[in-house]
């Protein structure tokens, strides 16, 4: 939430007295909570947030920054002024952009974005870097198998995302973590994806069974 307000990302919210959650308070909450956790576990969180077969790899580098909402240079795009992807993460190997979306149930990603942000990407990249571009789509996509485009002869993966996915490897780790450091992010990272109406779903069929008592059946019985 910091990085929405940081970025003048608030005003659809704050209308009256509720909270309204928007596609850049989810963003800001989750992507800004996930900023402070080490290298290899955000790294392994987007991976399991894609789609099963996506094969993102989880070397991606030591992160030199995180930018939410960044400016770039729109020569060569549609956009009048600038382009303004969600999320760019730097790291020593990678350039990564994350475009975000709020719902996972709507199809709301759009491949001429998609183009424009890894176009204006170029023009702010230096000529002689060896850095490798990666982007995510997280939320509104039709599908979470790898999609591709072509931006100036060259050929990019997007690896798809969900929201609920996202979520699910975050309860996860948190599980198996022993580090009460990292346990206390993701928790406020749980609490972001509820406040977001983003929730964990036990189904039945995963649940341990349990044995009632004949009496308890008894008592049920009688109260129908």
Not at 136 to 143: H, K, R
Not at 168 to 186: F, G, L
Request: with cysteine; hydrophobic share 40%.
């Amino acid at each position: 939430m910091l990085q929405a307000l940081l970025n003048n990302k608030l005003k659809d919210s704050f209308k009256d007295p509720y909270f309204r959650p928007s596609e850049d308070t989810l963003t800001s909450s989750v992507i800004g909570l996930m900023q402070y956790l080490p290298n290899e576990v955000i790294w392994k969180l987007l991976s399991q947030a894609c789609g099963m077969k996506s094969n993102l790899t989880l070397n991606l580098g030591n992160i030199i920054s995180f930018h939410f909402w960044a400016r770039w240079n729109a020569l060569g795009t549609s956009n009048s002024n600038f382009v303004e992807p969600d999320v760019w993460i730097e790291t020593d190997k990678y350039d990564i952009i994350i475009e975000a979306k709020k719902h996972d149930s709507l199809v709301l990603q759009n491949k001429d974005q998609w183009k424009k942000e890894l176009k204006a990407l170029c023009n702010e990249r230096l000529e002689d870097t060896n850095k490798k571009i990666l982007f995510i789509a997280l939320g509104g996509n039709e599908s979470l198998y790898n999609d591709t485009v072509e931006v100036d002869g060259q050929s990019y993966t997007i690896y798809t995302a969900s929201w609920y996915n996202l979520l699910h490897a975050t309860i996860n780790y948190r599980e198996e973590c022993q580090d009460s450091r990292i346990i206390r992010v993701m928790n406020d990272l749980i609490s972001a994806f509820t406040i977001h109406r983003i929730y964990h779903v036990n189904w039945l069929k995963t649940l341990h069974r349990k044995q009632m008592k004949n009496s308890t059946i008894q008592i049920i019985k009688s109260n129908l």
